[in-house]
């Protein structure tokens, strides 16, 4: 006999539409923007974005009640689930811990808690995530408030309230204990990226004459590397390369692995980074993007995109790495990105900026402490990310375990 078996003891399951387990469901509105008075009041006001699986606290957007009186926002109290309709969101699941408005892409569930409490309802659409994605139409693919009351929802024992509760509240507590643990994780994995970042800065942030700082463009010498596609991609077999895009979304401060392979006859027509160069890409979607950094520590060379730059040198290539973290090198990178279309490194500029050369001893010191910090809250494979993905593939588990009910074709 399964768990979900025993602790449902026989009773049965009946499935009914969100809209006859809710008192009400509704969206809101937006207040007209270009009239100032009806922002930066007092009443919170949810957008989808920051609808993502989680107790909703606060909002970016204030309006004021000026705002809420011209508008279709209206108050929602406190523990509704808030499904989001529109565009990349689309499917999301929240629950407001406060009384707000939100936009019309919310749709706001005030459950009957009488037959549904709230957090079965919120942990149950969640594991729906995916059904949900796929109801929507149209180009931006959303869903509407119609298509949300007619979600349907296991009721276990519908025909006797009280039994029907605690066996919901059975299943909340155990999926809010691991809802709560990762909570925990994500804020613990926070606290110590703050820690990090001020290690770092402190670390890097040397006083007047203590060591030498010069510019990047002393220190070495910028190699471009050669274009390549996505039609030059293959599985195996091929020549390593970086992309620029995975710099930003794959690579830490440094690697000593490629993600990626291009067809070998390619080889004579790339140009490479080698062991201990740093890559550095040269466009991004931000500024921040544009600039940034990987140590390449492989034991043999790499080919690198056009957009990206290698950076061969003499110091510590994680020590240079770390350096173009640090908070006054994003500060003076930023004066060297073009603003166009694609924000674009100027190199002869970039190549201006300076860092500190401290002895080869004193970068490795250096480099051994930041690596147990980036270790810390960075690597999926150590440290609090993997324990919070863990955590999440745990939640996930048993959500999939305790919303097994038998639907209604099946029974």
């Not at 009384?99 to 037959?115: G, R, V, W, Y």
């Amino acid at each position: 006999m399964s768990y979900l078996e025993k602790l449902l003891d026989g009773v049965e399951v009946e499935w009914l539409p969100l809209g006859e387990v809710s008192i009400k469901i509704s969206s809101g509105g937006t207040p007209t923007t270009g009239i100032a008075e009806y922002y930066g009041g007092s009443i919170p006001w949810l957008r989808t974005q920051e609808v993502d699986f989680g107790e909703i606290w606060d909002t970016g957007v204030k309006i004021t009640e000026a705002g809420l009186k011209n508008s279709s926002a209206k108050l929602i109290p406190e523990n509704c689930v808030i499904v989001a309709m529109y565009g990349a969101t689309v499917g999301k699941i929240g629950i407001n811990k406060i009384p707000m408005a939100t936009n019309q892409a919310c749709a706001n569930i005030q459950l009957d808690e009488n037959i549904a409490n709230y957090r079965y309802v919120f942990h149950f659409l969640s594991n729906q995530y995916e059904y949900i994605k796929s109801l929507g139409a149209g180009s931006q693919t959303n869903i509407n408030a119609g298509i949300v009351k007619k979600l349907q929802i296991p009721i276990p024992c519908p025909e006797n309230p009280k039994k029907s509760r605690q066996i919901q509240s059975k299943i909340v507590t155990i999926l809010d204990g691991f809802a709560e643990l990762t909570a925990e994780l994500t804020a613990e994995l926070t606290a110590r990226k703050k820690q990090y970042a001020y290690y770092r800065e402190q670390l890097l942030s040397f006083e007047d004459g203590e060591v030498e700082w010069k510019p990047l463009g002393e220190i070495g010498e910028f190699i471009r590397g050669k274009r390549f596609t996505k039609a030059d991609y293959v599985e195996d077999g091929g020549i390593k390369v970086i992309h620029y895009g995975e710099i930003y979304t794959q690579y830490g401060v440094s690697t000593s692995h490629a993600l990626s392979q291009v067809r070998a006859e390619m080889a004579e027509s790339l140009r490479y980074a080698e062991p201990g160069d740093v890559v550095v890409t040269d466009v991004g979607e931000t500024v921040e993007d544009v600039g940034k950094a990987v140590a390449w520590l492989g034991a043999e060379k790499v080919a690198i995109h056009d957009h990206c730059y290698a950076f061969r040198h003499a110091m510590n290539p994680k020590f240079v790495s770390y350096c173009m973290q640090t908070a006054s090198f994003i500060d003076e990178k930023a004066k060297y990105v073009a603003r166009t279309k694609v924000n674009t490194l100027l190199i002869k500029g970039f190549a201006k900026i300076q860092i500190p050369v401290p002895p080869l001893a004193e970068q490795a010191r250096i480099v051994a402490i930041l690596d147990k910090f980036d270790t810390l809250t960075n690597s999926i494979s150590e440290g609090l990310p993997r324990e919070i993905a863990l955590r999440q593939q745990q939640y996930a588990y048993y959500r999939d375990l305790l919303f097994s009910f038998p639907k209604p074709a099946e029974a």
